[in-house]
C-alpha cells in the first residue's frame, strides 16, 4: 500500500504491527515517545536478536509534515531488509551475497514518521504544516495568519484575490496557474493568501504569509548541533529538543552509540546533501569525504541523484549555515555517515535546466519552467497540482477565490504513479551503504601446549567490515567511540597465567574500505599493512573453560568459549 499511495497514521501503525507480529523473532515495535496529540513516534528494529547492541544504521522520514514520500521509502528499505531475512530480494534490488550476509548481521532502527501530528493535520485537513501543528508560542498579540477552512469544503489550501497591485498575474496558456508577474503583463493582479482568517486583525493591515505562522517548529533546526535561537535561526524552538519528537530521537541516540549510518528522508528536489553544512570541503576530514564519494556514485548509478555538500550548494543565504539540522548533529555529535535526501526529482521530471548552487532550482524558475510545469501537472500528473479557483466571502477580506493549488502530490511528494519506483531505487541505493558498517569477529588462531598444565592461545580479532570500529575518521575523537577491549574470564579448574592481561585494550581496528579514489592509486599500487586485525597470546594453566569477550560499546560485543582440556 505504502508504495502505491501514502498512508495516513492508521494505517502506518498498522503495516508496522503487521510485520511485528509476523516476524516476532525479527521485527520489534515500539515508541520513541508520544507526541503532543498523544500518537506514538514508531520505532521498528529489524534485525536477529534485536536486543543484541551490534552496528546499526537509522533511517527517519516525514520530519516535516506535508513531506510524506519519506515515509513510504523509510517503508519500503523496511521491507526490504524483511525479505532479505527471509531469502528474498525485491525485485531490481538485488545484492551481491557477501553484501545481503552484512546487512543480516546489521540492526535497522526505522523511524517512518517523524511528526504523526503534523502529517495527520496535512493529510486531513491540507493545511500547511512544517513539522506540527502545535503553538506554544507566548507572544499572539500580533496579527498573524491561521489556517481555517473558509469556503466549508473540509479543506484548507490557498486563497488568491484580485488587486491593482498584486506580485502574481495568471499563466497565459493555462488560465488559473499563478506565475509572479513581470513588468509587461498586463491586468488583472493578484495576491496570494494560505486559506484561513488574520488573527488580531485591525481591518486594514494585512500581514505577510508566513511558513511558521501559525505552528511553531521546524524539527529540522531543533538539534543541538550549533543550535541558534529565534530571531537568528527560524523555526529553532526554545532549545534544543523541546519539541518532544526532536527529544525522543535525541534521548535514543544517545542510548544507542552503535549507529554508523544515518539516512534522513525529506523532500522535494531529487538531490543527496552531505556535510559538512557549515564549512567548505577544504575543512572536512578527508577521510569522510572519500567515503561520501562513495555514496555519492552509489546516489549516481541507482537514483540518478546528484550530490551536493550543504555549506557549497544548499544554503538559502550565502554563508548563513543552518541551525539545528538533524544530519549535522548526527554526522559531528553521533559520528554517523549521515545525509539527506530530498526525494522526487521534480525539477529533473519537468525539464528544468539544471542550476549551481542546487538550492537555486526552488527560486529561479523561469516563465518558461512554469510552463513546463503546468503541461506535466495536465499530461502526467492527472492535474493534481492545478485545479479551478471557486469563488466565495471571507469574513475579513470580501470576495477571494479558494483552490486553485494543491502542492501534496506532484510538488511536495511524487505522484502515486512513481512512488513504487522512488522507493525501489532509494532502497537499493541505502542497503548498499548499510552494508557497509564494520564487522568484529574473534577466533581462536593457535593453539599450543607448554607443558603439562599450561596451554598458549592465540587469538585472532578482526574487523571484515567497510568501516574502521570508530566509523567516519573524524568520529575517533567522539567520547562513545571508544577503542575495543578483549576481557577474560576462567571457570573449572582453569586460571589465567598473566592474571593482569583479564582485561586487554586493543585500539581500533580499522576497515578495508577507505572511500572512493582514496588510497591505492597506479602510481602506488600497494595497499596497507594488516590494520584491520589483531592478535593477543594468553597463557592459561589447568583445565576448563576460557570465555573471550571482544567489543565496545561502538560496535557491541563478540564473545567466545574455549574449551582447555
Not at 67 to 83: M, N, Q, R, T, Y
Request: glycine share 10%; aromatic share 10%; hydrophobic share 40%.
Amino acid at each position: 500500500m505504502f508504495r502505491t499511495r501514502y498512508p495516513d497514521y492508521a494505517e502506518l501503525m498498522g503495516q508496522l504491527q503487521e510485520w511485528a507480529k509476523r516476524h516476532p523473532g525479527l521485527a520489534r515495535l515500539s515508541s520513541l515517545g508520544k507526541t503532543p496529540e498523544g500518537r506514538d513516534i514508531p520505532l521498528l528494529t529489524i534485525g536477529r536478536d534485536p536486543d543484541e547492541a551490534r552496528p546499526a544504521v537509522w533511517v527517519d522520514g516525514n520530519m516535516h509534515a506535508s513531506e510524506l514520500c519519506g515515509s513510504s521509502v523509510a517503508l519500503a528499505i523496511a521491507e526490504d531488509v524483511l525479505a532479505l531475512h527471509m531469502g528474498r530480494e525485491s525485485p531490481g534490488n538485488e545484492l551481491p551475497a557477501h553484501m545481503a550476509d552484512a546487512l543480516r548481521d546489521t540492526l535497522f532502527y526505522i523511524v517512518p514518521r517523524i511528526s504523526p501530528d503534523g502529517a495527520e493535520a496535512v493529510m486531513k485537513t491540507g493545511r500547511y504544516v512544517r513539522s506540527s501543528p502545535v503553538d506554544r508560542r507566548a507572544h499572539k498579540g500580533h496579527a498573524y495568519w491561521e489556517a481555517a477552512d473558509v469556503d466549508g469544503d473540509g479543506t484548507m489550501g490557498f486563497m488568491r484575490q484580485a488587486c491593482e497591485d498584486g506580485e502574481l498575474v495568471e499563466l497565459g496558456e493555462f488560465p488559473g496557474v499563478m506565475v509572479p508577474r513581470m513588468p509587461e503583463d498586463p491586468p488583472p493582479y493578484y495576491k496570494l493568501y494560505p486559506e484561513g482568517r488574520i488573527a488580531n486583525f485591525d481591518g486594514r493591515r494585512i500581514p505577510d504569509p508566513y511558513f511558521l505562522s501559525d505552528n511553531q517548529y521546524d524539527f529540522n533546526r531543533n538539534f543541538p548541533y550549533q543550535w541558534a535561537p529565534e530571531p537568528e535561526q527560524v523555526g529553532a524552538g526554545d532549545y534544543p529538543g523541546s519539541a518532544p519528537e526532536t527529544r525522543a530521537v535525541l534521548a535514543f541516540a544517545a542510548e544507542h552509540p552503535n549507529i554508523f549510518a544515518w539516512l534522513n528522508l525529506h523532500t522535494f528536489g531529487g538531490v543527496l546533501i552531505r556535510p559538512l553544512g557549515d564549512k567548505p570541503d577544504h575543512k572536512m576530514d578527508q577521510g569522510d569525504l572519500a567515503v561520501y564519494r562513495q555514496v555519492e556514485a552509489w546516489a549516481k548509478e541507482l537514483t540518478g541523484y546528484p550530490t551536493v555538500s550543504g555549506f557549497h550548494e544548499f544554503l538559502y543565504e550565502p554563508e548563513t549555515p543552518l541551525k539545528g539540522d538533524l544530519t549535522e548533529y548526527a554526522y559531528h555529535q553521533r559520528g554517523a555517515l549521515a545525509y539527506v535526501i530530498e526525494l522526487w526529482d521534480l525539477f529533473r521530471q519537468v525539464g528544468v535546466e539544471v542550476k549551481k548552487p542546487f538550492v537555486d532550482h526552488y527560486t529561479r524558475l523561469d516563465r518558461k519552467d512554469f510552463v513546463a510545469l503546468a503541461k506535466w501537472d495536465r499530461d502526467v500528473n492527472r492535474g493534481r497540482v492545478f485545479k479551478a479557483w471557486r469563488k466565495c466571502r471571507h469574513p475579513q477580506l470580501g470576495e477571494v477565490e479558494v483552490g486553485g493549488l494543491d502542492l501534496l502530490v506532484g510538488i511536495s511528494n511524487p505522484p502515486f504513479e512513481k512512488l513504487a519506483e522512488v522507493c525501489a531505487q532509494h532502497s537499493a541505493a541505502f542497503l548498499r551503504v548499510a552494508a557497509l558498517l564494520p564487522r568484529v569477529t574473534v577466533e581462536v588462531a593457535k593453539r599450543d601446549v607448554l607443558g603439562k598444565n599450561l596451554t598458549r592461545i592465540e587469538l585472532r580479532i578482526a574487523n571484515r567490515g567497510y568501516l574502521g570500529t570508530y566509523g567516519l575518521n573524524s568520529a575517533r575523537k567522539l567520547p562513545h567511540a571508544e577503542p575495543l577491549r578483549l576481557t577474560t574470564q576462567c571457570s573449572g579448574g582453569l586460571q589465567l597465567g598473566a592474571p593482569m592481561e583479564s582485561v586487554i585494550e586493543l585500539g581500533h581496528l580499522d576497515g578495508w574500505g577507505q572511500g572512493l579514489y582514496s588510497g591505492i592509486s597506479i602510481f602506488a599500487p600497494w595497499t596497507r599493512g594488516n590494520v584491520h586485525e589483531k592478535f593477543v597470546t594468553l597463557v592459561t594453566e589447568g583445565k576448563g573453560r576460557l570465555a573471550v569477550r571482544v567489543g565496545s560499546c561502538r560496535v557491541g560485543y563478540r564473545e567466545l568459549e574455549i574449551p582447555v582440556d
